[in-house]
């Protein structure tokens, strides 16, 4: 699932332990001993206390739509549908209207000039600006994004949990 958090694998997995040491004793199973040094590694870390780290997936998590299982608010999917289509819009062209002290003769041009200038300086460091904040943005929408497939899948759950309980209520009641 995309933006999930995703653990590094376990010891227990299967990992090609030819790749890893190379033991020419058939006697002896090179993959027995890859997972005995990973369970002993474990072990030894859960002992000192080390963290249990998880990574996340890097990708960011999309709009999955309006589910057609579930009720949903359709207030929630109008403004998440509207917050993913417009997270990245951001108007920065320079605009620069004519004014009066523009048409004077001989300092016309040499204003228009500063304050072209000064405009693009401006727009310089609000583009730097926009661009952290349309990164923001799109980490934020992909939380919200998460967050709403997760509270989605979880009524899942529930309304799955409810109707096996109304069932086990009606089974023990006929």
Same mark, same amino acid.
């Given at each position: 699932? *995309? $933006?999930?958090? *995703?653990?590094? %694998?376990?010891?227990?997995?299967?990992?090609?332990?030819?790749? /890893?040491?190379?033991?020419?004793?058939?006697?002896?199973?090179?993959?027995?001993?890859? @997972?005995?040094?990973?369970? +002993?590694?474990?072990?030894?870390? +859960?002992?000192?206390?080390?963290?249990?780290?998880?990574? %996340?997936?890097?990708? !960011?998590?999309?709009? &999955?739509?309006?589910?057609?299982?579930?009720?949903?608010?359709?207030? =929630? #999917?109008?403004?998440?549908? =509207?917050?993913? !289509?417009?997270?990245?819009?951001?108007? @920065?062209? %320079?605009?620069?209207?004519?004014? %009066?002290?523009? +048409?004077?003769?001989? /300092?016309?041009?040499?204003?228009?000039?500063?304050? $072209?200038? !000064? #405009?693009? =300086?401006?727009?310089?460091?609000?583009?730097?600006?926009? *661009? #952290?904040?349309?990164?923001?943005?799109?980490?934020?929408?992909?939380?919200?994004?998460?967050?709403? !497939?997760?509270?989605?899948? &979880?009524?899942?759950?529930?309304?799955? /949990?409810?109707?096996? /309980?109304?069932?086990?209520?009606?089974? +023990?009641?006929?």
């Amino acid at each position: 699932m *995309t $933006g999930q958090t *995703t653990s590094p %694998p376990s010891f227990d997995d299967a990992l090609p332990a030819d790749t /890893l040491i190379e033991i020419d004793d058939p006697a002896i199973d090179p993959a027995a001993v890859m @997972t005995e040094i990973r369970r +002993r590694i474990a072990q030894r870390r +859960r002992e000192l206390g080390y963290e249990n780290r998880s990574f %996340p997936s890097y990708g !960011a998590a999309i709009y &999955q739509g309006e589910p057609n299982d579930i009720a949903f608010d359709k207030d =929630l #999917h109008y403004f998440l549908r =509207l917050a993913n !289509a417009t997270f990245a819009e951001a108007e @920065t062209e %320079p605009v620069l209207a004519d004014s %009066p002290a523009t +048409r004077v003769p001989v /300092l016309g041009r040499l204003w228009g000039m500063v304050r $072209g200038g !000064a #405009h693009n =300086l401006v727009i310089f460091y609000v583009n730097r600006a926009i *661009t #952290h904040q349309t990164s923001v943005n799109s980490y934020l929408v992909s939380a919200v994004n998460r967050l709403t !497939a997760v509270v989605e899948e &979880q009524q899942r759950t529930i309304n799955r /949990l409810q109707s096996e /309980l109304e069932a086990e209520r009606q089974r +023990r009641s006929s």
